[in-house]
């Protein structure tokens, strides 16, 4: 007799991701992120990737405020939120915020994203433009073709010379140098002045992510989320030996998350599929993965039941029951060939090095227990085990 229904009926809305769990790589709004996607029934595996370090000796950024209030900015490119913030409280600090905001007003303001245009205007500053894309290769095309063209619709920049042609340009940095940005802009004939206000670091315990990226290799993570582009690069330079490895499984069964295109550029170039909303925001984010991981569930008629295999569950006729890993690797296996007899030894390369034919025995035992249906994995005598498919 088979035992009792358990589990959690997976209907509603607010438990729509039940059965999936989703690493979130963010530092500063990892709990806003994780909050998001536990409220529609995530697992959620927190792996910070990178960490913000306010520059602790700001002489440099300093030297690089007085420079730019004795000899004032033509164009501003505020790349991010936080780093404007930082810049203006800082300057507050020395008694210069009512000096650096007087020129910012003067320049041409240029804001790569959402994050930066909401700090200059908090500020009480109005950006002249953002590129569409929120990526420096259309704001770089967007200032040299003010060079080509001469023309600066309603810009400080075309009031006596062309584009940026000795225009002096203050680069607000997100983290680490733009050499490849700000050289183009000097190429271009610009004065360029970076300005820094913020560096990435590892984070303090590399514990988390060295499991996320264990989690990644092995599928036990049905998303990664990233919500900047450096965070992509530290997952990957940390992953070292693993690197092609957690590369094939985002191409695959792992499905990356990033907040926008310039997050997901890193991952696009190698080849990585990559689930990206139009607006870059966190709740855009957690509502494309709210619409897509159920879209890769896959559902089969077994043994007069409906049975849905999501995440790191199975959902029994709308009965979520969670399975450990082993379990779930076992179902997966069974139901990649449904209704086919697979004999041990294909089970057994499903399970963690070490594990004989054995555990394959056990595995099956428990997955059964675990779906609450003996008869959904029928065993063929001296053969295997096939999954009773309709």
Partial sequence: MDPPRTGVR????????????????????????????????????LAPALRIVPLADDSRLRTATYAL?????DIVVANTGIGMRGWLEA???????????????????????????????????MEAWSPESESCAELLEHLVRQQNSG????????????????RRVAVQLHGEPQEEFCGALAAAGADVVEVPVYRWAPP?????????????????????????APAVISLLRAAGSDTDAVLAALKSDVLAGCVGPVT???????????????????GALAR????????????????????TLRGHAAVVDGQLRPLPPAQMAILRTLATQ???????????????????????????????????????IQTVVKRGYRLRVE
């Fill in 338 to 376: 449904p209704g086919k007899v697979l004999p041990r030894s294909e089970l057994l390369a499903a399970l963690p090095r070490g594990a004989d034919e054995h555990a394959v025995e056990m595995a099956v035992a428990r997955l059964r227990a675990a779906l609450g249906r003996s008869s959904f």
């Fill in 91 to 125: 300057a507050e600090g020395w008694g210069l915020g009512e000096a650096l905001r007087n020129q910012l007003s003067s320049a041409y303001l240029v804001a790569r994203g959402p994050k930066a245009r909401g700090a200059l205007r908090a500020a009480g500053l």
């Fill in 204 to 228: 303090v315990d590399p514990t988390p992510l060295q499991r996320l990226i264990d989690l990644i290799t092995n599928r036990l993570v049905d998303a990664v989320t990233f919500t900047s």
């Fill in 10 to 45: 997976v209907g509603a809305m607010t438990e729509v991701l039940a059965g999936f769990t989703v690493a979130v790589t963010a530092d500063r709004r990892r709990d806003e992120l994780a909050a998001l996607l536990e409220r529609h029934g995530a697992r959620v595996v």
């Fill in 288 to 307: 494309a993965l709210i619409e897509e991981l159920p879209r890769r569930t896959r559902t089969l008629k077994v043994a007069g039941s409906e049975l």
């Fill in 69 to 73: 209030l004795d000899n004032p900015p």
């Fill in 264 to 282: 997901a550029a890193p991952l696009r170039k190698q080849g990585v599929p990559v689930l990206a909303p139009n607006r870059a925001r966190l």
């Fill in 151 to 166: 023309r600066n619709a309603g810009s400080h920049v075309a009031n006596t010379k062309n584009g940026l042609a000795g």
